[in-house]
């Protein structure tokens, strides 16, 4: 008689072994390139010091800086994890372990985002000293790098699992931050109607707008709340997604 197979773990416990691990892999390798990612964003702001002086257009420029690193972290370097991954037959090994897909989809998600946090805040205290902003409602990065962490994290995941080749998945990877690059950084209000289009389908221009609106004197926090909800389902969809996909990539 066949040895009975082992019960399949539970979505939270193998979601944080897989999180652990993850953190733990990646941890050396990436800490130089959130370095990259944060200078580069603080060097964008110092070079709009130059053409923006304060206001709204200030605001945007912090804000889309600071969620620019979480872009960086989070959507170009897991499309290329995963597109790694998938090339080098790495998701044979996972597709072996008793853990749902989600777990290895939200566990690498989590870890890429973890590395974001303290980029994002100093990027985001430079910022305001740099244009004179308030820093009292700087707490709503607590909200805002976990939402469009994971919208964007969802996002790279499943660009890098869709992608049929891996010189692709970097492409994509290149590109989506090159997106939240000019459509989040530079102001909206100097922007064309029909590229305020495409900024409205980023899934960090909603991270950035509920950002950009806790430096006014007085906030309006339904909007803010309304603008994180909307990043909130966005992450729900872009992770769901990143599940199918690697469901699909697994069987193949």
């Not at 959130?34 to 110092?46: E, H, K, N, R």
């Not at 100093?122 to 820093?135: I, K, N, R």
């Not at 950084?185 to 495409?198: E, F, I, K, T």
């Amino acid at each position: 008689m066949p040895a009975p197979l082992a019960a399949r773990a539970r979505l939270l416990p193998a979601l944080v072994a897989v999180y652990r691990a993850q953190l733990s892999r990646a941890r050396v390798a990436r800490i130089p390139l959130l370095f990259v990612a944060t200078f580069q964003s603080i060097g964008i702001m110092i070079l709009m010091r130059g053409v923006v002086d304060g206001g709204s257009e200030a605001r945007s420029v912090v804000a889309g800086s600071s969620v620019l690193v979480v872009a960086f972290v989070a959507l170009n370097l897991l499309a290329q994890y995963f597109g790694q991954l998938r090339a080098s037959g790495g998701l044979d090994h996972y597709a072996t372990l008793p853990v749902p897909p989600s777990a290895v989809v939200l566990g690498a998600a989590a870890a890429y985002a973890s590395f974001t946090v303290p980029g994002t805040a100093v990027t985001a205290v430079m910022g305001s000293v740099l244009f004179q902003l308030p820093m009292t409602n700087l707490w709503i990065l607590l909200a805002v790098i976990p939402l469009s962490g994971a919208a964007l994290a969802g996002l790279g995941a499943a660009l890098g699992l869709l992608a049929p080749r891996q010189e692709l998945a970097t492409l994509c990877g290149q590109l989506g931050m090159s997106a939240a690059l000019l459509l989040g950084v530079l102001p909206a209000a100097r922007m064309p109607q029909v590229v305020s289009y495409a900024r409205d389908l980023l899934p960090s221009t909603y991270g950035v707008e509920a950002l950009a609106r806790s430096f006014d004197g007085q906030p309006d926090w339904w909007v803010v709340c309304a603008d994180l909800g909307v990043c909130a389902g966005v992450a729900v969809v872009s992770l769901a997604a990143a599940t199918w996909a690697y469901r699909r990539a697994a069987v193949r």
